[in-house]
């Protein structure tokens, strides 16, 4: 079984776009998203179609379900920008664009051959909204991760690639197709860099490999296309790509 795995989508449907077409010259038996697709971006809609489009199935990330939820973005932060963003998107939905969302599963599970397995979630397996990073203690990942474990865990969240070794388990994060951090920057403005991220897992007669993909993307075309339309991030996004 090769997997290829996207997260952190953000309605950037300039990079899903360039990233589906890398992924198709990659030989994979199934694209899996990881959650957050469709806020604080320019293009939600466009970005639900095209995952709709190559049937993509898809993990609930905690901004998907502040769209479905308008309460619970609440809990998570007071920057009133943030919130304004996914009111934004949230308006340009339709119905079906919501009805879609809430088909997104909590978690999955991934056979990937007779001895490996691919646990899938967001943030951490108990919840959408846990950073779980390079530099996170050991004991607290045992906490976060729960007592089931598998060859491969991978979650999204944090926008930050990578592969991490704990107790035997790889932590993989694929990174961010619309918005890949330069740094952790929970609670900051971040610094988004002009390219997109994705990764593929792949288990073959117990042989494991699990790579890092970065997608060049054209920053001119990033500019027009967050310059299209007047969703509350624009100027900042602008500002991370000249």
Request: proline share 4%.
């Given at each position: 079984?090769?997997?290829?795995?996207?997260?952190?989508?953000?309605?950037?449907?300039?990079?899903?776009?360039?990233?589906?077409?890398?992924?198709?010259?990659?030989?994979?038996?199934?694209?899996?998203c990881l959650g957050d697709v469709a806020t604080l971006g320019p293009h939600p809609r466009e970005v639900l179609q095209i995952l709709r489009d190559?049937?993509?199935?898809?993990?609930?990330?905690?901004?998907?379900?502040?769209?479905?939820?308008?309460?619970?973005?609440?809990?998570?932060?007071?920057?009133?920008?943030?919130?304004?963003?996914?009111?934004?998107?949230?308006?340009?939905?339709?119905?079906?664009?919501?009805?879609?969302?809430?088909?997104?599963?909590?978690?999955?599970?991934?056979?990937?051959?007779?001895?490996?397995?691919?646990?899938?979630?967001?943030?951490?397996?108990?919840?959408?909204?846990?950073?779980?990073?390079?530099?996170?203690?050991?004991?607290?990942?045992?906490?976060?991760?729960?007592?089931?474990?598998?060859?491969?865990?991978?979650?999204?969240?944090?926008?930050?690639?990578?592969?991490?070794?704990?107790?035997?388990?790889?932590?993989?994060?694929?990174?961010?197709?619309?918005?890949?951090?330069?740094?952790?920057?929970?609670?900051?403005?971040?610094?988004?860099?002009?390219?997109?991220?994705?990764?593929?897992?792949?288990?073959?007669?117990?042989?494991?490999?699990?790579?890092?993909?970065?997608?060049?993307?054209?920053?001119?075309?990033?500019?027009?296309?967050?310059?299209?339309?007047?969703?509350?991030?624009?100027?900042?996004?602008?500002?991370?790509?000249?």
């Amino acid at each position: 079984m090769r997997v290829a795995l996207i997260s952190d989508l953000h309605a950037n449907e300039l990079a899903l776009r360039a990233v589906f077409r890398d992924i198709q010259s990659q030989g994979v038996d199934i694209t899996i998203c990881l959650g957050d697709v469709a806020t604080l971006g320019p293009h939600p809609r466009e970005v639900l179609q095209i995952l709709r489009d190559e049937r993509c199935p898809c993990i609930l990330g905690n901004h998907d379900e502040f769209l479905l939820d308008r309460q619970l973005i609440e809990s998570y932060t007071e920057a009133p920008i943030i919130k304004q963003a996914v009111d934004w998107c949230r308006d340009q939905l339709s119905t079906d664009d919501l009805a879609f969302i809430a088909t997104f599963q909590t978690g999955m599970d991934i056979q990937l051959d007779a001895e490996s397995k691919l646990i899938l979630f967001h943030g951490s397996p108990r919840s959408h909204m846990e950073n779980l990073l390079a530099t996170t203690p050991a004991d607290e990942l045992d906490v976060m991760l729960g007592e089931r474990r598998s060859t491969v865990m991978a979650g999204g969240h944090t926008h930050l690639q990578l592969v991490r070794q704990h107790r035997g388990t790889l932590l993989l994060n694929p990174g961010s197709v619309g918005m890949p951090f330069l740094e952790f920057a929970f609670g900051q403005a971040p610094k988004v860099m002009a390219h997109a991220e994705y990764a593929i897992v792949e288990g073959k007669a117990g042989n494991v490999a699990v790579t890092l993909h970065r997608v060049a993307l054209d920053r001119a075309e990033l500019r027009k296309a967050t310059a299209s339309t007047d969703h509350p991030l624009r100027a900042g996004l602008l500002s991370n790509y000249n």
